[in-house]
C-alpha cells in the first residue's frame, strides 16, 4: 500500500530563516506531487506541483520553492522565512491518471516568531 | 474554468440524526467529485469520489454522496451522525478535460452534538 511521509510535524523557526520541509511517498511510481498551505481557518492554497523529477510548476508567487530530486521526494524551502508563512503545511500525491484522488501526508505545522 | 461552492460554514446536528453538508460546482465539462475530511492537526483524508456511472456514491465511514448534473451539486450524506464526525469537510472538483489540479472548497465545520 501507498504512503506519504512528511518531517518535521511541528516546526518554529524566527523570521529570516531558511526552510526546508520533505516529502516522500512509499509504494507508488511517477506520482503527481503537490505542497498545500493551509493558513488560520481552513481554506486550502496550492502552493507547488510537479508531474515528474525536476518539474515543478509554481502556483502563487512568494518566497517559497520547491524542488523533486527524485521521483518520490518532494521538498519545500526558502531561504529567508516572513511572519506571513506561517501556517500547516500539506503534502499529497495522486497517480497520474487525471481522475484520481489525492492523498495528503500528516502536515507539518510552522510558526515563525 | 472549474469553481466549487460549500454554503456552510458550519453545520450542526445531533448525534444519531442525518447530516448533510452541501456542494455545488462548476466545469466546463464533465466533473470529477471529491470529498475529504480532516480532523484536527492532521493531514485530509479522502473520503468518496465520483468518476461516472451511478448517482450515489459510498465511501468511508458510512458516508455517501449524491451527484445531481442538474442541480451541479454533490452533498455528502450520513444516515446516523456520530460524535467522532465532527470534523472539518472539503469538496473538490476537477473538469476532466481541464487542468488535473483539482479545486477544493473553503471547508466546511460538521459539529455532532451528543
Known amino acids: 500500500s501507498q504512503t506519504i511521509h512528511q518531517w518535521p510535524a511541528t516546526l518554529v523557526q524566527p523570521v529570516g530563516s531558511p526552510l526546508s520541509l520533505e516529502c516522500t511517498v512509499e509504494g507508488t511510481s511517477n506520482p503527481n506531487l503537490y505542497w498545500y498551505r493551509q493558513a488560520a481557518g481552513r481554506g486550502l492554497q496550492l502552493l507547488f506541483y510537479?508531474?515528474?523529477?525536476?518539474?515543478i510548476s509554481s502556483e502563487v508567487p512568494q518566497n517559497l520553492s520547491a524542488s523533486r530530486p527524485q521521483d518520490r521526494q518532494f521538498i519545500l524551502s526558502s531561504k529567508k522565512l516572513l511572519l506571513s508563512d506561517s501556517g500547516f503545511y500539506l503534502c499529497?500525491?495522486?497517480?497520474?491518471?487525471?481522475?484520481?484522488?489525492?492523498?495528503f501526508g500528516p502536515g507539518t505545522r510552522l510558526t515563525v516568531t | 474554468a472549474q469553481s466549487v461552492a460549500q454554503p456552510e460554514d458550519q453545520v450542526n446536528v445531533a448525534e444519531g440524526n442525518p447530516l448533510t453538508v452541501k456542494c455545488t460546482y462548476s466545469?466546463?465539462?464533465?466533473?470529477?467529485l471529491f470529498w475529504y475530511v480532516q480532523y484536527p492537526n492532521r493531514g485530509l483524508q479522502f473520503l468518496l469520489k465520483y468518476i461516472t456511472g451511478d448517482n450515489l456514491v459510498k465511501g468511508s465511514y458510512g458516508f455517501e454522496a449524491e451527484f445531481n448534473k442538474s442541480q451541479t451539486s454533490f452533498h455528502l450524506k450520513k444516515p446516523s451522525a456520530l460524535v467522532s464526525d465532527s470534523a472539518l469537510y472539503f469538496c473538490a472538483v476537477r473538469d476532466w478535460g481541464g487542468s488535473y489540479i483539482p479545486t477544493f472548497g473553503r471547508g466546511t465545520s460538521l459539529i455532532v452534538h451528543p
Open positions: 499529497a500525491w495522486s497517480s497520474r491518471d487525471g481522475g484520481r484522488e489525492q492523498y
Open positions: 510537479s508531474v515528474g523529477i525536476g518539474q
Open positions: 466545469v466546463s465539462g464533465n466533473p470529477y
